[in-house]
């Protein structure tokens, strides 16, 4: 009798133990978009979809938004850079002054861009 009971305990212990298993691996099966990167970043951990550069990205940082300050401040921006050999000047995001003004522009960034500066986007220049 009590072999019995023994013998019973555990077929109900590795049914139980079983049926939890294929559960688990279950649920874990359904959720197999969470292997998947993020769709809006890349391997770098960036965005995928770089903001395109807007028309008027050299403006006057009077004619700033708090939207923009937000970003430049979302992005690391400063006027001098922290690294040597990464800053403004030498990004592929860059864009030149326009005749003999100080500061620039970037694609990525509106309002005025120092060439010594640098966010966390710089991306080195090709060419
Ligand atoms: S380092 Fe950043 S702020 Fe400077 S040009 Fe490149 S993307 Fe723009």
Redesign the pocket.
Known sequence: MQDRRKFLRQVFFSAGTAIAGAALLQACGNDSHTTDKPADTTASGKPAAVPEAPANAIIDSAQMTQEDFDKRKN?G?VEKTPMED???EN????LRPEGDKKYGG????RGP?APG???????EKQG
Not at 106 to 109: K, N, S
Not at 117 to 123: I, P, S
Request: glycine share 4%; charged share 5%; net charge positive.
């Open positions: 992005l921006y990464k800053h403004c990004c592929a995001l860059y970037c694609q990525l960034l861009i500066g640098y966010c966390t986007y710089w991306a």
